[in-house]
T-cell receptor, first 113, second 116 residues
């Protein structure tokens, strides 16, 4: 499974756009990029997943350049409730051999008023 | 269906005691996973089940740990002779494996274990 690197922490203010970048230089051809969000005392929650270019849902956007060696999670107009830890994961979601998710230490986002 | 349910939410135990946690997955999910998370770290994989079969165990799962999933429904994780290093959040997740793809990977809220 490809190793990921992301900033340990980020600070923002309400209403701003937040971009969290993840590096995954050893991403494999079959690997997808998945982001999870975790609040204190809760389990991680799926945010978004993509393979290439751009994916958007009601919560976030995911930008993946052509070489796929990095990805950027974009949270538009954050609120205080977006304060959480965000994890970037890389793996082959279509392969039955990919049985488990491998988490790094994540990025702690703090949104202030 | 209210998602993945874990009980208890919190458990405080004395060192050397045995503890058991329960996980009720989403009903149609055939895969169930256990993870452990310590403060400031991401979740670490412990083990997973496909229906009632335990298919993979991490080296983190010492012989004091045992997990079961009778009848492929709920699962239990037991820790025998607890140690202070076992203090952590124990997370359960479930998913539906179909046609070689995992769908709906969902975590529970975890059981926080404190060993004193």
């Amino acid at each position: 499974l490809a190793k990921t690197t992301q900033p340990i922490s980020m600070d923002s203010y309400e209403g701003q756009e937040v971009n969290i970048t993840c590096s995954h230089n050893n991403i494999a051809t079959n690997d997808y990029i998945t982001w999870y969000q975790q609040f204190p005392s809760q389990g991680p929650r799926f945010i978004i997943q993509g393979y290439k270019t751009k994916v958007t849902n009601e919560v976030a956007s995911l930008f993946i350049p052509a070489d796929r060696k990095s990805s950027t999670l974009s949270l538009p107009r954050v609120s205080l409730s977006d304060t959480a830890v965000y994890y970037c994961l890389v793996g082959d979601m279509g392969n039955t051999g990919f049985q488990k998710l491998v988490f790094g230490t994540g990025t702690r986002l703090l949104v202030s008023p | 269906d209210t998602g993945v349910s874990q009980n208890p939410r919190h458990k405080i135990t004395k060192r050397g005691q045995n503890v058991t946690f329960r996980c009720d997955p989403i009903s149609e999910h055939n895969r169930l996973y256990w993870y452990r998370q310590t403060l400031g770290q991401g979740p670490e994989f412990l083990t997973y089940f496909q229906n009632e079969a335990q298919l993979e165990k991490s080296r983190l799962l010492s012989d004091r740990f045992s997990a079961e999933r009778p009848k492929g429904s709920f699962s239990t994780l037991e820790i025998q002779r607890t140690e202070q290093g076992d203090s952590a959040m124990y997370l359960c997740a479930s998913s539906l494996e179909f046609g070689g793809t995992n769908y709906g990977y969902t975590f529970g809220s975890g059981t926080r274990l404190t060993v004193v």
